[in-house]
């Protein structure tokens, strides 16, 4: 179930990012107008389904393995760190060398300016953002935020461990933790875009991931949900949000359809299965793929609406051949750890020939 809404989630954000970056897209906006509008505007809530799989997922091993799985937590957060890191390199190593080929056959807000060193040091420890550094692809933010959430809950679970074993009465303090933290971010630090580049600001969607398959593990899992949910109400009330809808809908999607077998994975094609597991390298390259694309297109066909539609076709299809063979190769065995540690070595080298090279 989870791989099935992540597929689909996945495929919004790439219309989303093909219908508000680069020239086809508005080549083609006279074509269908109120599909461009749509996909301009409602499909990037899709994000928030990661949020919620991504902490569900992390919940369920934090509950199967206990303590075990924080002994060393820095460890852990090491691990998380290298398994986002390096196909998040070798994406945006290659976005360096497309934006680069695009300059040569456009002129477009879509192209990232070239870097510097200090830009893509940022990159490297996920910074970007909050050293205010121009991102060098679509969506990079979410990787940054994605590292932050894991590592506030990984230091949320040590923490209440180190608490219980000198007070074992205090047994389910994590869940008070995520609980009060979620209800904190819902009513405060996702209603002020200044922490939006924060942890705090997305925990009230991850955290409701984490609960959700918590709950589902409850003797009582309705009457749960239903305080839960009456939380995202009441946080609607205060200041509706329309990503906290989509939030608490996937939060019942998932929890409930693990408890009751609701919807169950042999009801999900094998391909949105598959594609669901491949989303993340979906999510990194296919802004470089499709701003080849669009760079081609307009510069051969700059003012055909119709083909630049079929362009836009064309580099979805891409996108996601693309992301396939791009996630069976960072995650084969052929990206050997020589390799890994090499990466960034490559991407700095990377973005500094093309900045110096003038492309």
């Given at each position: 179930m989870v791989d099935g809404i992540k597929a689909i989630a996945c495929l919004l954000i790439v219309l989303h990012h093909l219908a508000i970056y680069g020239p086809m897209s508005d080549s083609a906006y006279p074509l269908m107008p109120n599909i461009m509008d749509w996909l301009r505007e409602y499909p990037r809530m899709a994000v928030q389904v990661f949020f919620i799989a991504t902490g569900f997922l992390l919940a369920s091993k934090l509950i199967a393995s206990g303590s075990s799985f924080v002994i060393n937590p820095i460890q852990v957060i090491k691990k998380r760190y290298f398994r986002l890191i390096i196909p998040y390199l070798a994406a945006l190593t290659m976005a360096l060398w497309c934006a680069a080929l695009a300059r040569y056959w456009m002129t477009h807000d879509s192209i990232p300016s070239a870097s510097n060193g200090y830009q893509l040091l940022a990159h490297?420890?996920?910074?970007?953002?909050?050293?205010?550094?121009?991102?060098?692809?679509?969506?990079?933010?979410?990787?940054?935020?994605?590292?932050?959430?894991?590592?506030?809950?990984?230091?949320?679970?040590?923490?209440?461990?180190?608490?219980?074993?000198?007070?074992?009465?205090?047994?389910?303090?994590?869940?008070?933790?995520?609980?009060g933290l979620v209800i904190i971010s819902l009513f405060v630090f996702n209603r002020d875009n200044f922490w939006d580049e924060t942890a705090l600001y997305f925990f009230g969607s991850y955290g409701l991931g984490i609960l959700s398959y918590w709950i589902s593990n409850k003797k009582r899992p309705l009457l749960w949900f239903a305080i839960l949910s009456a939380l995202g109400v009441i946080a609607l009330l205060v200041d509706f949000r329309a990503r906290i809808v989509v939030a608490i809908v996937v939060m019942l999607l998932l929890g409930l359809t693990r408890r009751y077998g609701i919807l169950s994975d042999h009801l999900i094609p094998n391909f949105l299965i598959y594609l669901g597991r491949a989303s993340y390298a979906i999510f990194l390259i296919h802004f470089p793929l499709c701003l080849i694309v669009n760079a081609a297109f307009s510069h051969f066909f700059p003012d055909q609406a119709q083909i630049n539609l079929c362009g836009l076709f064309l580099a979805?299809?891409?996108?996601?051949?693309?992301?396939?063979?791009?996630?069976?190769?960072?995650?084969?065995?052929?990206?050997?750890?020589?390799?890994?540690?090499?990466?960034?070595?490559?991407?700095?080298?990377?973005g500094l020939l093309v900045a110096l090279g003038g492309y």
């Open positions: 490297i420890f996920l910074l970007q953002d909050l050293l205010d550094q121009e991102a060098l692809s679509a969506g990079v933010w979410y990787v940054a935020i994605d590292f932050q959430l894991f590592s506030l809950t990984i230091f949320l679970f040590w923490l209440s461990d180190r608490i219980q074993q000198r007070c074992p009465y205090l047994k389910s303090l994590f869940w008070v933790l995520v609980i979805l299809g891409i996108s996601i051949f693309g992301g396939i063979l791009f996630y069976q190769w960072t995650d084969g065995p052929s990206l050997t750890n020589k390799v890994r540690l090499l990466m960034p070595a490559g991407f700095m080298v990377s």
